[in-house]
Every structure is written in structure tokens, then in C-alpha cells.
């Protein structure tokens, strides 16, 4: 009997030796420990009593270009044109390509706040501008801002 007892003590104490200790979670529990410690409280859910409003939304007209006669999806992605309509913005490109006289080495880019520009590469491969092409007047800009402020519901 005696044999049988050592046995299952020896057995107890090699399985007690053999388990592994996760290494992983030894980081973390001095953490822990120094936030207990530290009087830090434990983390919760933050839950607010202020009431959340739902963002607004852009509902758009969806106007007719007069160059291609599509709809234009995207009010932000176009110009407004001096007699109030609005346009693409590729089909005012291949209009501003048509009617200017470029010369070789020259191309049309936009430059920002409703204008396009003239441009020309010159051997080092940078750009100049030759001249500037305003599309939209500052005015109008400003009241298109207004305009997309005004559809929103």
C-alpha cells in the first residue's frame, strides 16, 4: 500500500511540474496588479444621456448636362455654368480642349476653385502655366457651396 500512495504522490507532483505557464498572460497581470494598486478604475462602457442627431444627408437634384444630355450623379463633381446649369466635369474639359488653340507640348488641367489652366512641359518635365481659364467665378464657387448646404435634409 505504501508504494501504491508514493506512486500517486509522485504522480501528482510530476503533474504539477509538467504544466506550462502562458507567458503571455504573466505581461499583462503585472499591469493589472499596479492598476489595482494605483487606484485606477476598471474600464466601462461609456454610455452618454445626450441624445444623437443622424447625420444629414445631400439629396441632389440630379441635373441634365447640356453637352452630353446624361444626368449628372455627383452635384459636387461638376461646374456651374454662368446661365445656371451644371456641367461634368469631363465634358467641360473636352469643351475647354476644343475651343483653345493649344500649341504642341501644351495641355489643359484643372488647377482648383473652378479653374483650368493652360499648361506646358518643358524638357526637364516640368509643368508652367501659360495662362489661367476661369470656369467658374469666385462668386458662383461660393454659392454652389451654399446651394449643396441647402439640399442637405
Keep these: 500500500m505504501k508504494k501504491n500512495s508514493k506512486q500517486k504522490r509522485d504522480f501528482k507532483y510530476q503533474g504539477k511540474k509538467d504544466k506550462k505557464k502562458n507567458v503571455d ?3 499583462y497581470q503585472g499591469l493589472n496588479t499596479i492598476n489595482q494598486v494605483s487606484g ?3 474600464s466601462h462602457a ?3 444621456s445626450i441624445p444623437v442627431t443622424p447625420p444629414k444627408t445631400v439629396k441632389e437634384p440630379l441635373p441634365v448636362c447640356p453637352d452630353c444630355n446624361e444626368r449628372i450623379q455627383c452635384i459636387a463633381e461638376s461646374f ?3 446661365n445656371g ?3 461634368h466635369f469631363d465634358c467641360m474639359l473636352s469643351r475647354l480642349k476644343s475651343s483653345e488653340n493649344l500649341l504642341e507640348g501644351e495641355s489643359i ?3 482648383g476653385r473652378g479653374n483650368f489652366a493652360v499648361v506646358r512641359k518643358d524638357e526637364d518635365g516640368r509643368y508652367t502655366i501659360v495662362r489661367t481659364i476661369p470656369v467658374e467665378e469666385e462668386k458662383a464657387f461660393s454659392s454652389m457651396k451654399e446651394y449643396v448646404e441647402n439640399l442637405k435634409i
Aim: proline residues 6%.
Design 25 to 27: 498572460s504573466d505581461k
Design 40 to 42: 485606477v478604475p476598471k
Design 46 to 48: 461609456f454610455h452618454s
Design 80 to 82: 456651374r455654368l454662368s
Design 85 to 87: 446649369e451644371f456641367i
Design 109 to 111: 488641367s484643372y488647377v
